[in-house]
């Protein structure tokens, strides 16, 4: 699964140089702290384990991003793209 960058999510995190390369480079950085902390957000939401770390990351993005503009900024770190 890929999530969509369109104008909610340009809105959330910014135009990194590469989206997908900035994506996963958040996903594993800090010996994968984003991923870790996404898979406890799917738990404390009682989501099954068949639903995704990057599709709970899809809907926090939109889910914190109001269609007005963005209310709480996620900025992905741009480090390891290229």
Do not use: I, K
Not at 3 to 27: E, K, Q, T
Not at 45 to 61: F, G, K
């Amino acid at each position: 699964m890929l999530p969509v960058y369109g104008r909610v999510v340009r809105c959330a995190v910014g135009r990194p140089s590469s989206f997908w390369l900035s994506l996963h480079a958040a996903l594993r950085e800090d010996d994968a702290a984003l991923h870790r902390q996404l898979l406890e957000l799917r738990q404390a939401a009682e989501l099954p384990e068949t639903v995704s770390a990057l599709r709970v990351c899809d809907v926090a993005v939109w889910m914190s991003t109001p269609s007005s503009g963005p209310r709480l900024p996620l900025r992905m770190s741009t480090a390891n793209a290229t």
